[in-house]
């Protein structure tokens, strides 16, 4: 079954601590993308990757930080230097020259 | 700056009538649109997409309609059912494959059996 896992689907972290979220895909896609929801707001773009080792600042990367060692595999950090990092994260992936994003379930991160 | 603009937060609908969800945008620039719905605790789904060469596009139940002077593209449901009810989002971009997606904020559609 090819698709998108992001672990864990709930997350809780005190103030002050980093925290990695995980994004894992099988369907072989190139690109991969970080997005942030908050509540009567739409998706916006946190970071994005279109090949292994590299990355791209998205709409609203500060606070946050990524890699992208292997091709299925794009886990993001939000750092104690995010703000207001309470939110619905999204982990999505594309084909190169494909239009459409696959989105994964996401994962709720409260930090107490 | 919201460029993308989904004005209706929430929509009500019979099952089997028509569900119309209006999307504005405000950049000139973008030539290609989509849809996703949402479900709660779940990822936006890929529902239809409209490039800005065509004014409609059909999938099924599904159809999307884009007027440029206007900047406005609609989702029309028929009929609607009650498993459509979920939060619909239109997205925008610059190009065909472009990495960023600028999103609406939503439109959560509830269909009443």
């Known amino acids: 079954d090819g698709g998108i896992t992001q672990s864990p689907k709930y997350l809780f972290r005190k103030e002050g601590q980093n925290v990695t979220l995980s994004c894992e895909q099988n369907?072989?896609?190139?690109?991969m993308y970080w997005y942030r929801q908050d509540p009567g707001q739409g998706l916006r773009l946190i970071y994005y990757?279109?090949?292994?080792?590299?990355?791209q600042k998205g709409d609203i990367a500060e606070g946050y930080s990524v890699s992208r060692e292997k091709k299925e595999s794009f886990p993001l950090t939000v750092t104690s230097a995010q703000k207001n990092p309470t939110a619905f994260y999204l982990c999505?992936?594309?084909?190169?020259?494909?239009?459409?994003?696959?989105f994964g379930p996401g994962t709720r991160l409260t930090v107490l | 700056d919201q460029q993308v603009k989904q004005n209706s937060p929430s929509l009500s609908v019979q099952e089997g009538r028509i569900s119309i969800l209006n999307c504005d945008y405000t950049n000139s620039m973008f030539d290609y649109f989509l849809w996703y719905k949402k479900y709660p605790a779940e990822g936006p789904t890929f529902l239809i997409s409209?490039?800005?060469?065509?004014d409609k596009n059909e999938d099924g139940r599904f159809t999307v309609f884009l007027n440029k002077s206007a900047k406005h593209l609609s989702l029309h449901i028929v009929p609607s059912q009650p498993g459509d009810s979920a939060v619909y989002f239109c997205?925008?971009?610059?190009?065909?494959?472009?990495?960023?997606?600028?999103f609406g904020t939503g439109t959560r559609l509830t269909v009443i059996p």
């Open positions: 999505a992936s594309r084909i190169h020259g494909k239009d459409t994003q696959y």
């Open positions: 409209i490039s800005s060469i065509k």
């Open positions: 990757s279109q090949i292994v080792n590299d990355f």
């Open positions: 369907l072989n896609h190139d690109a």
């Open positions: 997205a925008a971009s610059y190009q065909t494959g472009a990495n960023n997606l600028f």
